[in-house]
T-cell receptor, first 114, second 112 residues
Framework: ETGVTQSPTHLIKTRGQQVTLRCSSQSGHNTVSWYQQALGQGPQFIFQYYREEENGRGNFPPRFSGLQFPNYSSELNVNALELDDSALYLC?????????????FGPGTRLLVL | SQQGEEDPQALSIQEGENATMNCSYK?????LQWYRQNSGRGLVHLILIRSNEREKHSGRLRVTLDTSKKSSSLLITASRAADTASYFC????????????FGTGTRLQVFP
């Protein structure tokens, strides 16, 4: 157990809808990164938040947006859902910005878009 | 973009045997990390090795890093059925320091 929690565990949405996924970081960590993992693939970096500011973004369109709160928990919002957004969404927390330290992953949220 | 590639894509062994997985990458790195994933759930961190290190151990795990060949290997000794999982290498590059870039993983099956 890493101490990183995510909610919900599963979610079914229809194309065009909006979704919000939540992540609580491990105690003492101020950085949260979000990853998308399609079936049979490795996780792909969406973006990272460090002390409530976006600190890097992967190759994802603007309809993927995020937020980090003063307690360092985070939200991932996806607007105008597409079928290809169906995936496992993982968040990871770490002690500092970037990827220079170990990232501790939550159990993920599995999103299905119909 | 894909930075790391694991080899083999799938590996089946008997309990007690050793399992070796390899990872190759393309650009200079600051560190390389290995993760395990059981049945599409969250990733479990195994080992982080920095670019100035050549070998690290953790229990039955041994990781090597060869920066001249841009490759790393993960050795699991005396494997157990509970080691059955997908294993991913992830690199923190010198140019994109904000993110980990994952490979496609090796699926390990350990038969009792």
């Amino acid at each position: 157990e890493t101490g990183v929690t995510q909610s919900p565990t599963h979610l079914i949405k229809t194309r065009g809808q909006q979704v919000t996924l939540r992540c609580s970081s491990q105690s003492g960590h101020n950085t949260v990164s979000w990853y998308q993992q399609a079936l049979g693939q490795g996780p792909q970096f969406i973006f990272q938040y460090y002390r409530e500011e976006e600190n890097g973004r992967g190759n994802f369109p603007p309809r993927f947006s995020g937020l980090q709160f003063p307690n360092y928990s985070s939200e991932l919002n996806v607007n105008a859902l597409e079928l290809d957004d169906s995936a496992l969404y993982l968040c990871a927390s770490s002690r500092g910005a970037g990827a220079q330290e170990t990232q501790y992953f939550g159990p993920g949220t599995r999103l299905l878009v119909l | 973009s894909q930075q790391g590639e694991e080899d083999p894509q799938a590996l089946s062994i008997q309990e007690g045997e050793n399992a070796t997985m390899n990872c190759s990458y393309k650009t200079s790195i600051n560190n390389l990390q290995w993760y395990r994933q059981n049945s599409g759930r969250g990733l479990v961190h195994l080992i982080l090795i920095r670019s100035n290190e050549r070998e690290k151990h953790s229990g039955r795990l041994r990781v090597t890093l060869d920066t001249s060949k841009k490759s790393s290997s993960l050795l699991i000794t005396a494997s157990r059925a509970a080691d059955t999982a997908s294993y991913f290498c992830a690199t923190a590059t010198a140019y994109n320091t904000d993110k980990l870039i994952f490979g496609t993983g090796t699926r390990l099956q350990v038969f009792p």
